[in-house]
Structure formats: C-alpha cells, structure tokens
C-alpha cells in the first residue's frame, strides 16, 4: 500500500514563507514524477510544481521566481519551497506521484496524499 504524507502547511502573513514535505512510502522502488498540486475554494485543482527523477522542473507561471521544488530520491521525498506568498496562493496543497513503482512490481499511475492546507492572510 502506497502512501504520501505531506506537512509543513499552516497560517503565514502575505511575503512570508512555508516549507511543505511529502514522504512516500510503501516498498518503494522509483517514482517518475513527484509534484505538489493545489485546490482553492470553488476552484480546480491546478499544478504548481513537479520534479522528474532526474531533476527536472516545471512550475506554474503563478509562482515562478517564488517556489521552488526538490527532491530526495533516497528518501522519496519531495518539497516545495514557498517565498513570497500571497493571498491567492491560499488554498489545499496536494502530494502527487506520477508512475510509482514497487519493489513487488505494482505499479501507481497517479497517487495523492491527504492534503495540506496553507493561508496566506494579514
């Protein structure tokens, strides 16, 4: 059973800063991609950021310059580094794994943890 557990969300003042942590766990053998997505209130979930194996990034035009993402594959962890945050970057902030592979061979397409929330407000 695969699982992703994120932390490090919370309440922080408008150009403050949040450091989010997801940890995968279950038998892991290597995930393709790692990312953190997000959902606002009456809105769709939207990607933020995402991180290949290898170290490639891609981030949503929102928060480019701002966030930053990272990995470490020994511990199948991945991070997002949030600087200068605002009020619009409020909402649920998810883990997400793209192509999870086991040890025992099973296979993950897509994977989600429980979600984090984060508020950016005076």
């Known amino acids: 059973q695969v699982q992703l557990v994120e932390s490090g969300g919370g309440l922080v003042q408008p150009g403050g800063s949040l450091r989010l942590s997801c940890a995968a766990s279950?038998?892991?053998?290597?995930?393709?991609?790692m990312g953190w997505y997000r959902q606002a209130p009456g809105k769709e979930r939207e990607l933020v950021a995402r991180?290949?194996?290898?170290?490639?990034?891609d981030y949503a035009d929102s928060v480019k310059g701002r966030f930053t993402i990272s990995r470490d594959n020994a511990k199948n962890m991945v991070n997002l580094q949030m600087n200068s945050l605002k009020p619009e970057d409020t909402a649920v902030y998810y883990c997400n794994t793209d192509g999870l592979l086991t040890y025992s061979g099973d296979y993950y397409r897509n994977s989600w943890g429980q979600g984090t929330q984060v508020t950016v407000s005076s």
């Open positions: 279950g038998n892991i053998f290597t995930i393709n991609i």
């Open positions: 991180i290949s194996g290898s170290g490639t990034t």
